[in-house]
């Protein structure tokens, strides 16, 4: 890639510039898009004119302002379909923009990078916001103080190793299922509820890659795992799960389900509003909790 023969190119006064754009998906999934009359080629990527991407003017800004900017294009079976969009495939890609020399694709220049924000469809289409990269400085950044723990289950702060035999299991799904309720049998060394607030993933079929957080699980000979939305996208029979074990975030779980109570992240001996206003007793000492107790 030269940006120097984009820039040489652009100073000839006469141009032969077109806008490229690649997203991205989580799942490995990579679209070229391009506002061309034909096909470009580039990276190893095909960018293609048909069912088109376009955008809006990109401001680019100096110091840490957010750069953000929004795109339009066309629902398509073969392009960006709206079963995906659906089905959450598109959420947090990452987009790149190229400034491109159509008759020499090596003289391009990156204009913008970032993901995708929220996805409004209607009327055939879609508008999508896109998310410089200085969006993550609008995240919220510190530690909350909570008598709960604060820490994702199996992150670098939770330190658990989720691959664990005890608390992963992979399991064909026995019953079609909608999206949101899913019957397996044959579950064992597993109890009742194992599984709520844990996280299920879709393995293979029309589904693969999607997953949802658990609401429910209940059942023994046979295991009803309800999840809090659905998938948005149908598993049938035959299709692999995989279920990890959820993590209601108390301290006597992290201790007794998991063993992992020197990397809790909570608080939970902190005093709470009752006990700021409380008056000293005799008969009852102050923990902390409410003193109704």
Not at 82 to 89: F, M, P, Q, S, T
Not at 103 to 113: E, I, V
Not at 182 to 194: H, Q, R, S, Y
């Amino acid at each position: 890639m030269s940006e120097d023969a984009l820039y040489a190119h652009l100073r000839s006064g006469v141009s032969h510039t077109c806008h490229c754009w690649l997203i991205r998906r989580r799942d490995g999934v990579q679209l070229g898009f391009t506002d061309h009359d034909a096909d470009l080629h580039f990276d190893g990527i095909t960018f293609n004119p048909q069912n088109g991407l376009s955008a809006r003017a990109i401001a680019n800004t100096t110091g840490l302002s957010v750069n953000n900017t929004e795109a339009f294009g066309v629902l398509s079976d073969d392009a960006i379909a709206e079963a995906d969009i659906l089905a959450g495939r598109y959420d947090g890609a990452t987009v790149q923009v190229w400034l491109v020399c159509w008759d020499d694709a090596n003289a391009r220049k990156t204009l913008f990078r970032g993901s995708l924000g929220e996805i409004t469809r209607g009327a055939g289409g879609f508008e999508a916001e896109l998310q410089g990269l200085t969006e993550a400085l609008n995240q919220t950044q510190g530690r909350s103080y909570l008598k709960t723990c604060s820490a994702v289950f199996g992150d670098a702060r939770c330190r658990f190793g989720t691959d664990h035999p005890s608390y992963r299991l992979e399991h064909s799904l026995d019953a079609p299922s909608e999206g949101q309720v899913f019957t397996l049998t044959g579950i064992k060394n597993f109890n009742i509820g194992w599984f709520e607030h844990g996280v299920l993933e879709v393995l293979s079929g029309a589904a693969i890659g999607l997953q949802g957080l658990i609401k429910s699980d209940v059942g023994l000979t046979e295991r009803v795992i309800t999840l809090w939305s659905p998938l948005n996208a149908p598993v049938s029979p035959g299709d692999v799960l995989r279920l990890t074990a959820g993590c209601d975030k108390r301290p006597v779980t992290c201790r007794e389900k998991f063993s992992n109570f020197l990397n809790y992240q909570g608080f939970p001996d902190m005093p709470g509003d009752d006990w700021l206003v409380s008056v000293p007793r005799s008969d009852q000492s102050h923990t902390g909790g409410s003193l109704t107790r």
